[in-house]
C-alpha cells in the first residue's frame, strides 16, 4: 500500500522534538508492514512569519508565494534529516524531481512546489504520481467538520463524506492569498476527483494509529471520497 | 508597459511559419515602442498527441500533464529560436526559473511548468511575477463569447466583462484533464483576482494590431477585469 | 547480458500503443532473464515537423537539431512512463547524465545529447558507456540491405557483415543536415569499431523475438560485426 | 568602489518592515553614486529555531548547519525580493554561482554556502570573489570591543585595529557549533589576511550612514586593518 | 563579426603565463574593434596524462573521454578566469549552455562538450551557433600541410583550400581514440560544409595580428573553404 | 563500519596504475568485509600546475582555489572510473549533494567543495555527514611527526596524539593560500573535535594493510583521538 502524508507546518513552529517523534514512529509502522509513504509539509509558522513580514514590505504575490514554499523546504528538510536513512536527503522542487526521486525506493519528504500551488494540492499531485492509496491529511482538527471548527464551536465532524459535500463546506472559506490555503483548495480537490483518490483527514496527535486505522482496526477522523 | 502573451499550441500545429512570423512582428512592434514582453506556448496538436497516445496506453494523469508540458516547451523552444536575439534561448521550466532569466532583460518564452496547472494559469503566475499590465490570450475565436462559440453558433461575443462573470461562462466547460483545459481555468482567474489583472482575449490573426488595441487606438476582442 | 536498443522514432508517430506494447514486452522478457536495457529513441515525425517548420522559418542547423533533440526526448519520456518502474522517469541530457542515472540498476531511456550528433551516434556510444554486448537497431526494414531498399527494389538483405562493408553501402546516403541521418552515420560506426560493439539490425514487428536472437535460438536481421 | 555588505540574520526576526528599508535606502545610496554591492544574510532566529529543535531531535552536526544554511538563504531571498530589480533573483548556493551571479551586474544577495563555514566566511570569500575594496559587517553592537559587549558592560570600543589584534581578542569566544559564529571565525580572518581586505564593523542601525562612512566624511565604528 | 577561437590544449601546459597573455591580447583587440569572440580550449598535456593513465589501468573509451573533457575545462577555466570580466565565469558543458551563456555579451570559454566529440568540432558547432564569420584553429605549426608537417619534413603549407582537399589530407591521420583527435576530424568538417564556415588554420604565436589577419592586412596561415 | 579515505593528490601524479590498484585493493577489501567507504582526493599535481600557473599571471585567490578544486575533481573522476560500478560516477560538487549521492549506497568519491576549504576540511565533513567511524588520511609519510618530517631528518613520528598536541604541532607550517594547506588545517580539526572523530594518519603504501589496523589486528601510522 502507497500513503501520502500531508503534515500541517504548524506542527514544526516549536522548538520541542515530540512532533518529530510522532512522524518517525508513524512512519517506521507503516514502513515495517511493507508499506511505501510519502510525506508532504507545510509551511506553518515560518511560512506565515515570512509572508507577513513580505506582504509589509510590499512584496508581491507570486514572490509571498515563493517565500512559503521555502519555508516549507526547510521544514521538509527537518523531517528528512530526522528520518536519516528512511528518506531521500534531498527536498524535491518540482514534481519531476519527486517522481526521479521516488524511483529509489526510499520516502521522499517535500515542501510546496510552484506558486499558486497549495501544499494540499502538492500532496493531491504526489498522491497521483505516487498511485498511492491513501492521502493522509494530518491536521490540527479532529477531521473535517460541517463549519470551520475553528470559528464556529457548533461545527459537527462528519466521519464519510463525498468531494462534492467537501467542496460545498469549504467553498466560503477558501482563499489563494498567499499562506492562507486551508486544508484542501478547489484545485486539490479536483486532482483527487480525477484519479480517484482516498483522502483522510485525521488529527496529528492521532498519528501513531496509523496503521489501524488503514488497516481498518479502527475509525478515526473524516473518509472523504472522491466521486 | 509589460504584457504576457499566451498563445495557444494550435498555433504551431502546421508546417507554416507564417504564424512564427505573426508573433515576431507584434512582438517587435511592442520592443520597439519600449514595452517588454513574455510569452507562453500551449500545447496543441502536439501536446495533444502525445496525451491522447499516453491514456490509450494506460498512463496516469500526471504523468499525462508531464508530457504535454514537454510538448508545450517544444512549442516554447521553437519560437525562442525563432526570435533569436530577442529571447532568452532556454525555456524556463519552473516560475522561480522564470523569474531569474526575466531578469535579464529579454523576450522570455516558457510553457508549462508542473503537472495540474494549464498554461493559462502558468500565464497568470507569469503575470503576477512580472508585474503585467496586460496579459493577453492570442486564440482562435475572436474574443470571450456568452457560450463556446465552437460548440453553439448563437453565441454572442461580450468586449467588456468582469471575471465574476467569465467565471459563470466558463463554469460548465472546464475540466482537469490532461490536455483540455480550455481559455482560462479557476485556478488562473483567482490568480487574475488577487492580483488585479487585466485580460485581453484576441484572435491570434489580430495579434499584428496589439500595439494600436494596448494604446487604445482600437478596440478589438474581449477585455476581462479582476474584481 | 548487456543490450542498447535503438528505436527509430518513427514507431511513436501514430495515435496507437501498439508499439509501446512491443517495447514493454521485449523489454521485460529480456529483464526477467537477467539482462539489462538501455534504450535511445529517435525523434520521428515530430522532429520532422519541427524541424520542417523551423528551417522554412530560416532557423539555423545548430538549433534545428536541438529541435530535433527535444522530439527525441518527448518520445523517450513516453516510454520512460509507459515503462512504469522498470525506467528510470528522467530522461538524461548528456552521456554524463545517462551513466550516472545508468547506476541504479533501471532500464534507462534516452532521446538525443547533442547537436551534431545522431542518435545513432547516441545509441553508440550509451552501448560503448554501457559496456553493451550487442546494440540492437530496430528498424522498419528486415536488415541491411545492399542498396536502400526504400529506394531499390532489387536490394539483397546480409545476413551478416562488417562495418567495412556497411561503411561503403552507406557512404552515399548520409548527410548531416538535422534530421536526415541515416541508420548509422560515420561516427556511429567509428566508435563501434574503437570499442568493438556488435550491431544487431532488426525490423521493429520482430523485436517481440529479441531473447530467442540474443541466445542464438533464431536467426533474424542482420549482423554487423566491428573490424 | 566594490562593497560586500554581511548583515547579522537577526534583522530579519521581527515581522516589522522597518530594517528591510533601511537596507534598501543603503544600498540605494550606494548603487546610485556608482558602487557595486554584494550582500550576505546570516540566519538569525529562524536558524537558531531549527537548529536547535533539530539537535534536541539528534540530527547530527553537519545536517545542523545545512538547516542554518537554508534559513540564511530565506533571509537572503526576503532581501532579494524586497531590492526587486536592483538585485538577482536567485540566492546562490556556492561560491561557484555567486561568481557567475555577480558577473550580471546587479546586487547579488546570498546566504550560507557550506556547512562548516559562517556566514562571515562567506562573506570574507564573496569580498575575494568581488575584489571588493571594503567588507561591511552591519551587526547589533556599534563596533569590535575588547571583550563581548554583551557579556561584559566594561568593554571598550576600539576604532581601529588590526586582524591580529582582533584574533586575540576574539580567540576564547570562538565556537564550531552550527548556530555559534560570532562576529569573525578564524578562518573568515585568514582569507581577510590573505587578500588584504579592509573590513568595517558598524551598528545596522548606521547602515544608512554607509556613503558618508565610506566617503571618509564620517567616522564610525571599528575598522579591521589586514596584515 | 563574429570569431571562434579554436585553441589547441597544448599552449596551457607550461608554467608560463606568456601563452595567456597572447590570447588575452587577441581577444582584446578583437573586441575593442567591435568583433565578438568565442573560445573553445583543447585538453593538451593534462588530458593526455588522464587518458594515458586511465587506458593503462583498463578505463573504457567513453570514460576516458570524459577525463579528456574534463581536463579541456580546466584549460577554460584557466583561460575564464584571466579574460577576468570580459568573459562568463562558467564553463558551459554543453552546447544548450553554450548558446545560452553565449546570450549575455561576454566572451563564453568552453572546453569539449560530449564523449565522441572532438573539440575541433565543438568550435564547428560553435561557428555555427554563434553564426560565425570565421572559425581560427590556432594550432602549433604554420596552417595546413598536404602532409602532416610533424612527421614528413618535405609537407607544403597550403595558403588556400577546399574543406574537400583539407578532407583528403587528413583523411589517413584519423583516428577516434579519446585524446588522439589532430586539427578536424570528419563531422567538424562535415559541420563546417553544411553550414558555410570558413576556417582559419594559424601558429598561435600568430595570435596578435589576428585583427590584421581578419581585415585583410596581411595574410597568414592557411584559408578553408567550405564546399 | 563506516570509513571516510583521503587520498592526497600527490598519488595520481604519475602515468602509472600502481596506486590506482593499492586504492581499489584497499576498498574491495573494506566493501567485502560488510564496511562502507568515501574518498576524498587531493588535487596534487595538477592543482599546483594550474595554481602556479594563474597565480603567476595574476588571478586572484578564490579563482585560484577554484582551478585546484576542479584538478582534484579530476582526480576524483579517475578513482571513480576506476572503480566502476563499486563507485557513484558523478563526483559530487558540494556537501550537500555528496549527502545525497551517499545515500544510493555505493562508494562516493570527492574532491574539493568550496574556496577557503582544504580537502582535508572536506574529508572530515565528509565523515561527518556519513557518521564515519574513522577518517584515513593516506599520505607520503608513515604518520604525524612532532615535526615536518620532510623539512627535519630529526622529526619522531607519534603513535597516538590527540587533536590539541596535533593542532601544536602544526600550527607554525599552516597557511591558507591556493595549493599549500598540509594534512590537517585549523578547521579540519574543530570538525573533528565537534563530532569527535578518530583519525588515522597513515603511509598510503600500507593501504593494503588498512582492513588489517582497523580491525586492530595490527599497529601502523598514528592515531589522533578528538578532545
Ligand atoms: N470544515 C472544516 N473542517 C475542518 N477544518 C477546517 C474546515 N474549514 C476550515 N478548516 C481549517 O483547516 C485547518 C487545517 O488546515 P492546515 O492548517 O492543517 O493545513 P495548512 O493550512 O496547509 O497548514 P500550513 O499552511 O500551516 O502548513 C484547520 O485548522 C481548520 O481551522
Ligand atoms: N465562452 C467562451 N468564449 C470563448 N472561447 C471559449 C468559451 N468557452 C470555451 N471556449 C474555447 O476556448 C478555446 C480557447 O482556448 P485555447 O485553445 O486558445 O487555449 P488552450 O486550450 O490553452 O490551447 P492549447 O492547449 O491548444 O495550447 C476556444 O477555441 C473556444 O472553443
Ligand atoms: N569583542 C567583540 N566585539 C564585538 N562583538 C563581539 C565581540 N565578541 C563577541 N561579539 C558578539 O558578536 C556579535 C555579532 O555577531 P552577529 O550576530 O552580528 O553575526 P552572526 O552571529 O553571524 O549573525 P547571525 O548568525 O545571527 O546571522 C555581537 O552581538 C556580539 O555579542
Ligand atoms: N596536414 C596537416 N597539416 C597541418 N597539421 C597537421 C596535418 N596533419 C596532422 N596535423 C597535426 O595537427 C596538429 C594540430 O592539432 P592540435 O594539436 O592543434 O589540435 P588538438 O589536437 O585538438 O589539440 P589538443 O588536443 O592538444 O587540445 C599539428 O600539430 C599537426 O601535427
Ligand atoms: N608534523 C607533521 N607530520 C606529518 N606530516 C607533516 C607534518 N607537518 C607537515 N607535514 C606534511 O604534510 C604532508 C601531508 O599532506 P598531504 O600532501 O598528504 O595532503 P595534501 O597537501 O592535502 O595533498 P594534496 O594537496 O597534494 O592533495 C606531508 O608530506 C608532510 O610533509
Ligand atoms: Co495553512
Ligand atoms: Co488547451
Ligand atoms: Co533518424
Ligand atoms: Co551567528
Ligand atoms: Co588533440
Ligand atoms: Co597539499
Ligand atoms: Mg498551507
Ligand atoms: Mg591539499
Same mark, same amino acid.
Given at each position: ?182 486544508? #484542501? +483548495?478547489? *484545485?486539490?480537490?479536483? %486532482?483527487?476527483?480525477?484519479?480517484? $483518490?482516498?483522502? =483522510? !483527514?485525521?488529527?496529528?496527535?492521532? #498519528? +501513531?494509529? *496509523?496503521?489501524?486505522? %488503514?488497516?481498518?482496526?479502527?475509525? $478515526?477522523?473524516? =473518509? !472523504?471520497?472522491?466521486?
Amino acid at each position: 500500500m502507497i500513503v501520502t502524508l500531508k503534515i500541517s507546518g504548524k506542527f514544526f513552529d516549536d522548538e520541542n522534538p515530540t512532533n518529530l517523534e510522532i512522524i518517525k514512529k508513524s512512519v517506521l509502522s507503516l514502513l515495517n508492514s511493507g508499506h511505501r509513504v510519502a510525506i508532504v509539509t507545510g509551511g506553518g509558522g515560518t511560512a506565515r512569519k515570512y509572508i507577513n513580514l513580505g506582504r509589509k514590505a510590499g512584496i508581491k504575490e507570486a514572490h509571498l508565494d515563493l517565500l512559503g514554499i521555502w519555508a516549507s523546504r526547510l521544514n521538509a528538510y527537518l523531517v528528512a534529516f530526522y528520518l536519516g536513512d528512511l528518506a531521500y536527503s534531498k527536498v524535491p522542487e518540482s514534481l519531476e524531481e519527486f517522481i526521479e526521486k521516488w524511483g529509489y525506493g526510499k520516502v521522499v519528504v517535500t515542501g510546496g512546489f510552484q506558486p499558486g500551488q497549495s501544499t494540499a494540492t502538492v500532496a493531491s499531485l504526489v498522491s497521483e504520481a505516487t498511485n498511492s492509496d491513501l492521502l493522509v491529511l494530518a491536521t490540527n482538527v479532529d477531521g473535517v467538520y460541517d463549519k470551520d471548527p475553528r470559528k464556529f464551536s457548533e461545527a459537527r465532524l462528519l466521519s464519510r463524506l463525498s468531494t462534492i459535500e467537501l467542496k460545498k463546506i469549504l467553498e466560503l472559506t477558501q482563499s489563494v492569498n498567499a499562506g492562507t490555503y486551508e486544508l #484542501l +483548495d478547489p *484545485l486539490a480537490i479536483k %486532482i483527487i476527483e480525477r484519479s480517484k $483518490i482516498k483522502v =483522510l !483527514v485525521v488529527n496529528f496527535k492521532n #498519528l +501513531d494509529k *496509523l496503521l489501524d486505522i %488503514i488497516t481498518g482496526n479502527i475509525s $478515526i477522523g473524516s =473518509l !472523504v471520497l472522491p466521486v
